[in-house]
């Protein structure tokens, strides 16, 4: 094995793409695995914080910790870059509790800038699942002074497979296989139209004179959630609302079956408007060369608040973080600048990275329908596409949001011409089970703002762990929930290939810019009927 | 498979060990199917009587409950037998909160038999593991107005086995290896030494001026479970302690690791001092042939209190149920009784079946270490046994309590004699999956106090489903972790067997009466270092 990366590294020396110096390599690893801090940084964010809700104080809080620990470390041009949200919102305490038919505490969280209930309120429930408007109509007039069970009871499912995982080899394989991504329109609309649902909902329930509503958690096993996306200033919503766990839910609606059933909910939440921007927090580590551009790596730091954001993703913020220690700890001087992203505003629609795409690198015609508009950026499928600027300086760009499993690859996102060079560079590491390269798309994070450009964005493929299984958005997601050794694998490699990515002789090939939405479905009628 | 079926039936019929006639197998499993109650059954124990604690008002609202259903259902010396306990608890309201670093809601549950709060009471926490009074050393005079966290924190676990799981063919051919059991006399010894360190643990801690205490659950994933074994009149805890998820468990102790932390703990609980003794529910289909002795079917309906008892044995105490429902449903007229027990007190040490067997059965000698009689009758390995005139009308005892998944086949418990009549017995239900009789013994529950006796008294091989990895005493443990198509088959098969051995022209061999304990490890010496 040795004598393998020996091999590797003379090749890489002698390479037109040639990667970070084989001796740097080694000493970030050194820094990752002995002098490592990773595990206390995710602790900090975990522990110490909190979930960071966008525009939280907990947020607020990582805004300033993250900023005073980038420049602890020696890095450059630490700041913050703003862009517009909506209200900060964070919980104090809350209970929820079946009165009757007997008392029993319920497992439960309020769901995202819903306003408090203003000291504890009791009252029976009426089970009356909704999910589009017509179905108003079926519990008009019977709703008044209720605390209405919104989610249809779905059965509780068989868990047949082991929730904490590691992809095999053959895993990792078949992750491999190239499919043209598919861009339905309908996709945003279809959120857009979710979301106009749960406004009308909320103002229904309201107008009846509802006193509070609940949903069922969508995984079972005690789990919370409370995501809500209705955070703008003047549009959060008028009733308190609670996410029950799918156990407690359950039992309400069968004793509901057979009797009266009252709950007491008391939601001590707040919110905060002290200021309506999100912020990104920027790092940088500076390039010798001012015309040779720019990498990054970034993570988002917002995270929901059904527990402390631990795997999504203080995890990625962490390695970033760690990345940006080691480098400077190491005393790299790149040819090109690196820099440091630390995102807000994901989980409620990729706000953060999507401003810094448009206050860096292009601008895009405003989205003519106001629904998706209001959807944030990411809604913004416009063209033309007109690069700015800074478009060109950005030379490579890594993300770090799957979980806080060991990295195992990188999705080059489309971009076939970047596999093999960033297979050169992982090569080094092979033992530490970063092996694999990949054409495939992913979505849902925030790489996708820069790669739907053409531009050379990545994210890993990662070791699921129990991200999807239990800890992500959840009440789980603590730092239980994170491997120590997991983090310092990431962080070396994260660190490894930026250094690669900023020493290149010859920047990573970009992808093309497109001029259109992809056509993926040209003999498709939409439905009629579909609302 | 009818076909199959209808010679089987042929060969019972003719068979000097001749079962239930198989018409009445087939009236059963229409009863069982196609108007079967025991969903609606266990939802009443679990969703409306709720988790049901020895001498708790759940469990005398369940021992009301079930004699009247009983009743309803036609049974016959509907009764309670009572046996000396101790001190009934509930639960009426708990919150145990983070106050600082951070405010954060906390997964936690009063450990059973400790006592209320008083309001809520708010102090520092300190870490101090102890397992046995020499650690009490190191942290005397440090504990005054603390709330003292005693566990380790130990790692969590890679979850890398599905949580639900049914057997293969070949895991219930596996089970078929008969092994000796090993009668280890430290058992009861330890057990009793554990329970001591307890007491004294609370004695010391309150003498050290500590306001309460904290463990951590053993399992993952948030689940708490609040197992107390101090439920003694005069005997019960001095000071308030509370169980916590394992997350928020080791959260606290690394956060103490870096600066104070606090919590509050708000803990509502009542005793129930109206009656110290448990009953065992009781209720009998008469037999034809008063000489011909009973057969039993029995199950534990007391529960722990962290959910509603469910599959910790609301499932096996429905099943029971509705194998008397079903048989006086269908008119039954067996030649002996078959009486069903719903036992209590089986989860502080199988108080309700071991008086049962002191009642009916046998009596032993008195147990000459106070401290090992303190366990209840359990402990009570004494000789010789002398039988009661009771002990020969026992023809048959059949168990349930491993979880609510439906049963596969049935452990003999060392009685090689009795497999091929319980083999011949369950035939006829091949195809509901229960095939298998193993002469392998168990432990833990009611059937023991019988089966130790050489009465042929019998457990089930079960469906593990989710019953060890997730409901087992656990918060989880809640209606939706049964599933009904196994509780109607659990309930088919119990009817069938009971019937069967009702009938039977023999009754099923015995085992033989033990004189002393089993001597399994002639030649070991006792650890002088052990405690």
Redesign the interface.
């Known amino acids: 094995m040795r004598l393998k990366c020996a091999l590797i590294a003379i090749t890489l020396v002698s390479s037109p793409v040639a990667a970070a110096d084989p001796a740097a390599i080694n000493r970030i690893a050194d820094q990752a695995m002995n002098h490592g801090q990773v595990v206390e940084t995710a602790?900090y964010l975990t522990?110490?914080?909190?979930g960071r809700l966008t525009n939280s104080p907990?947020m607020r809080e990582a805004e300033r910790w993250t900023q005073a620990k980038f420049k602890e470390w020696g890095l450059r041009n630490v700041h913050l870059e703003g862009f517009e949200f909506g209200r900060g919102w964070w919980?104090?305490?809350?209970?929820v509790?079946m009165t009757a038919?007997?008392?029993?505490?319920l497992?439960a969280i309020p769901i995202a800038w819903t306003p408090p209930t203003d000291g504890a309120i009791t009252a029976p429930v009426i089970v009356a699942p909704m999910t589009k408007e017509d179905h108003f109509t079926k519990w008009r007039g019977k709703l008044a002074g209720k605390i209405v069970l919104v989610s249809l009871p779905k059965d509780?499912k068989?868990?047949?497979?082991?929730?904490?995982?590691r992809l095999s080899g053959g895993e990792l394989a078949e992750k491999d296989e190239y499919r043209q991504p598919v861009y339905d329109p309908s996709e945003a609309r279809d959120l857009a139209k979710w979301f106009r649902f749960g406004r009308r909902l909320d103002a229904f329930l309201k107008a009846e004179g509802a006193i509070a509503w609940a949903r069922m958690a969508q995984r079972?096993?005690?789990?919370v959630h409370g995501e809500g996306y209705s955070f703008r200033t003047g549009e959060t919503p008028s009733l308190p609302a609670v996410e029950l766990a799918?156990?407690d839910y359950?039992?309400l609606t069968?004793?509901a079956k057979?009797g009266p059933v009252t709950i007491e909910i008391d939601s001590k939440v707040h919110f905060d408007d002290s200021d309506s921007k999100g912020y990104n927090i920027i790092a940088e580590i500076p390039g010798t060369d001012p015309k040779a551009g720019y990498v990054m790596a970034g993570a988002h730091i917002d995270s929901w608040v059904a527990?402390?954001g631990a795997a999504d993703n203080a995890a990625g913020s962490a390695v970033v973080m760690e990345a940006a220690r080691i480098l400077s700890a190491i005393g790299v001087r790149p040819k090109r600048t690196i820099r440091f992203a630390l995102w807000s505003g994901e989980e409620q629609g990729l706000f953060g990275s999507y401003s810094y795409v448009r206050k860096h690198l292009v601008t895009r015609p405003a989205q003519p329908d106001p629904e998706i508009a209001s959807l944030g950026p990411w809604g913004d499928q416009t063209y033309p596409i007109t690069p700015l600027p800074g478009f060109r300086d950005l030379v490579a760009y890594f993300n770090m949001d799957n979980g806080s499993g060991k990295l195992r690859g990188i999705y080059a996102e489309g971009n076939f011409a970047a596999v093999p060079m960033l297979k050169e560079w992982i090569s080094p590491l092979a033992s530490m089970g970063v092996t694999s390269v990949v054409a495939k798309p992913t979505g849902s994070t925030d790489h996708i703002g820069m790669a739907e450009l053409g531009l050379p964005a990545f994210q890993f493929i990662q070791d699921p762990?129990?991200y999807g299984s239990?800890a992500h958005h959840s009440?789980?997601d603590?730092?239980?929930?994170l491997?120590a050794q997991d983090l310092r694998q990431a962080a070396t490699v994260m660190a490894s290939l930026l250094l690669s990515a900023a020493d290149s002789d010859k920047p990573l090939p970009r992808n093309v810019l497109p001029t259109q939405p992809s056509v993926t479905r040209p003999f498709d009628y939409e439905d009629p009927d579909k609302d």
């Open positions: 602790a522990d110490r914080i909190g907990a919980i104090e305490s809350s209970r509790r038919p007997r008392p029993l505490a497992h509780p068989d868990e047949g497979e082991a929730p904490f995982k079972d096993n005690g789990l799918a156990e359950r039992r069968r004793l057979t527990a402390d762990l129990d239990r009440s789980l603590t730092f239980d929930h491997r």
